[in-house]
């Protein structure tokens, strides 16, 4: 059935589908997603970047939960405006992790050739 809600970040009453027993915070969420604020424009993005940091770290770390763990907790203490980048480092592989200008997390990932040669 057909809801109005206020969307989260500007207020403004959408108009949205929904169950007749959905809570207000199910409806405030889907006007987010059909809002063209730019504060809804900005969640949705930080939702997908969030889904794709899951998508990553399972990707990377198949077998070990803690890298990951990790991995958040480090974007949480970035975003928190102390530290400016945090690094792992997993045998030849260094991940840095640090926010783009815009506030989005990035992981570069480097994978170190071992050089070294014996005569
Ligand atoms: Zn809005």
């Known amino acids: 059935m057909k809801h109005e ?5 500007c207020g403004q009453m959408i108009f949205v589908d929904a169950p007749e027993d959905a809570s207000d915070e199910d ?3 889907l006007a987010r997603d059909l809002c063209n604020c730019a504060g809804a424009q ?3 993005m930080k939702i997908r970047s969030g889904n794709k940091i899951k998508e990553f770290i399972e990707k990377e770390f198949p077998d ?3 890298p990951g763990a990790i991995m958040m ?3 949480s203490t970035l ?3 102390i530290y400016d980048k945090i690094t792992l480092k997993k045998g030849r592989r260094t991940y840095t992790i640090d926010l783009d200008k815009d506030g989005f997390a990035r992981v570069k990932s480097k994978y170190t050739e071992n050089t ?3 005569f």
Do not use: F, N, V
């Open 5 to 9: 809600a206020p969307c989260p970040e």
């Open 27 to 29: 409806l405030m969420s």
């Open 42 to 44: 900005l969640e949705r």
């Open 64 to 66: 070990d939960r803690a």
């Open 73 to 75: 907790q480090a974007i």
């Open 79 to 81: 975003q928190s405006g």
């Open 116 to 118: 070294e040669t014996k």
